[in-house]
């Protein structure tokens, strides 16, 4: 069964940083783009980034472009999302996602999130 699992998450002064992790398994990590998400209470899901598989091309929102930076450990299965210079807006359930193709029909697969927060 496919998992994601993130970690890391909790809370923090504006300013600050944090290191989330996303745990995956139960499908070739190596060949699979990324994405982290963030959900922030009575506020759509909105993107914040991905990375892709093998080159390992990242692309960001621009509400953290500079401040965020995705990288990925190919050999622990993991993805990570460094968060720098934390502000209060960045307060939100944070998860990562997977797209797989399963006989040509895309299946979407969600950890089930880790809080973020940061206070002013």
């Known amino acids: 069964e496919v998992q994601l699992v993130e970690s890391g998450g909790g809370l923090v002064q504006a300013g600050g940083s944090l290191r989330l992790s996303c745990a995956a398994s139960a499908f070739t990590f190596d060949d699979y783009a990324i994405a982290w998400l963030r959900q922030a209470p009575g506020k759509e899901r909105e993107g914040v980034g991905c990375?892709?598989?093998?080159?390992?091309?990242?692309f960001y929102a621009d509400s953290v472009k500079g401040r965020f930076t995705i990288s990925r450990d190919n050999a622990k299965n993991t993805v990570y999302l460094q968060m720098n210079s934390l502000k209060p807006e960045d307060t939100a359930v944070y998860l990562c996602n997977v797209q797989l193709m399963r006989d040509m029909v895309p299946y979407d697969y969600w950890g089930q999130g880790t809080q973020v927060t940061v206070s002013s």
């Open positions: 990375i892709t598989s093998r080159d390992g091309s990242t």
